[in-house]
């Protein structure tokens, strides 16, 4: 059952709360697939707080909570311009990442964020929005596929010493 959900924008002072919460999602994601050794190594880089101050002070980067109740359900993290990771089209928005607390998985979160990424790059009339995800994460993967998503491309991800596959996605919105 679908739950009713709220968006909303993430404030430069709620880093503690967004990394905490990115740290959790990222774990409960992948841990039980990868290294712990590896999981860590990649964590004491990617979630510390300077880190997300830089990303939620970016101008092209834009941070949203997904809220159930007034609770944190799961968040989205959208790029544009020049703080795409890969392209760096302005004609494009990139999903860098979306998660959802376990405890609300299955319950249409995800489906929920991602419909507000595609509604916020046709309201920005963009002509594609893309991502990448985990070759291994053939759930998201087919998620993707089922919302109109369509493989273009790959490009590495190190977690820790394992030098993994992420696929680019993407879905096109507009034509010319």
């Given amino acids: 059952m679908a739950l009713p959900v709220q968006i909303k924008r993430v404030a430069a002072s709620d880093a503690g709360t967004l990394l905490l919460l990115s740290r959790q999602t990222f774990y409960d994601a992948f841990l039980h697939r990868n290294k712990r050794e590896d999981?860590?190594?990649?964590?004491?880089?990617?979630?510390?707080?300077?880190?997300?101050?830089?990303?939620?002070?970016?101008?092209?980067?834009?941070?949203?909570?997904?809220?159930?109740?007034?609770?944190?359900?799961?968040?989205i993290k959208l790029n544009y311009r020049n703080a795409q990771t890969d392209l760096q089209d302005p004609n494009a928005l990139e999903v860098e990442r979306i998660y959802v607390l376990q405890q609300y998985q299955g319950q249409q979160i995800g489906k929920h964020l991602l419909n507000f990424a595609i509604q916020t790059a046709t309201e920005n009339n963009l002509k594609y929005i893309?991502?990448?995800?985990?070759?291994?994460?053939t759930r998201a993967?087919?998620?993707?596929?089922?919302?109109?998503?369509?493989?273009?491309?790959?490009?590495?991800?190190?977690?820790?010493?394992?030098?993994q596959t992420d696929v680019l996605m993407k879905k096109v919105l507009n034509r010319d």
Avoid at 43 to 65: G, H, K, M, V, W
Avoid at 149 to 162: A, E, N, R, T
């Fill in 39 to 75: 999981m860590d190594a990649y964590a004491a880089t990617a979630f510390i707080t300077s880190r997300f101050e830089q990303e939620l002070n970016n101008p092209d980067s834009e941070f949203y909570y997904a809220m159930v109740d007034d609770a944190i359900a799961g968040y």
């Fill in 130 to 137: 893309w991502l990448g995800v985990w070759d291994q994460n």
């Fill in 141 to 163: 993967i087919s998620f993707y596929q089922r919302n109109g998503f369509i493989q273009f491309g790959s490009h590495p991800f190190v977690l820790g010493k394992d030098k």
